[in-house]
């Protein structure tokens, strides 16, 4: 690689990259001929597009390329793929938002999951919730646990009534 080179970016075609699992569910990976035993994946833009612009990585963080989208590997290769990606950001769905109270200077968020029932607290609405588009809400807590409403106009009457006066 030429000095001019060494910040290209590698668009992955399906035909550049085969990916499944090694032992022990290590995700791992054939790229452009090259047998890699662990790979690293991560999201160019992780709320905006959560299955394009996937950066493929080695075990020492270095880029080896990009894939443009998923739906347009091979099949293996789209569910493995799918999967690392799942693994790694891993994000509880919210399916009711039960109460958002302010108790002082703090947001109590109770909320039903696909998990499961957990809580949040926030500081501020504005630092803790980000808007990637179409409905979908990514709530972070002072602690750094995330969790995801899908779409807020899907959920039921009482979640929607809850989220009136913080959306």
């Not at 452009?32 to 020492?60: C, D, H, M």
């Not at 109270?101 to 607290?121: F, I, N, P, Y």
């Not at 501020?124 to 179409?134: D, F, S």
Request: proline share 4%.
């Amino acid at each position: 690689m030429t000095e001019g080179d060494k910040y290209d970016i590698r668009l992955f075609s399906p035909d550049d990259v085969y990916f499944s699992r090694g032992q022990g569910g290590v995700f791992q990976g054939i790229v452009e001929g090259k047998p890699y035993e662990e790979l690293e994946v991560y999201r160019a833009f992780p709320f905006l597009y959560t299955t394009q612009y996937i950066s493929i990585r080695n075990v020492k963080g270095e880029e080896l390329g990009i894939v443009p989208d998923l739906k347009d590997l091979y099949e293996e290769s789209a569910t493995e793929l799918e999967r690392e990606l799942q693994l790694r950001y891993f994000m509880p769905r919210v399916t009711r938002v039960e109460s958002v109270k302010q108790k002082s200077d703090l947001w109590m968020w109770e909320l039903q999951t696909h998990l499961g029932a957990t809580r949040m607290v926030m500081r501020n609405l504005h630092e803790y919730m980000q808007y990637p588009g179409g409905g979908r809400v990514i709530l972070t807590d002072i602690s750094g646990k995330r969790c995801e409403i899908v779409d807020w106009r899907e959920l039921d009457a009482h979640s929607r009534k809850q989220l009136e006066e913080v959306l």
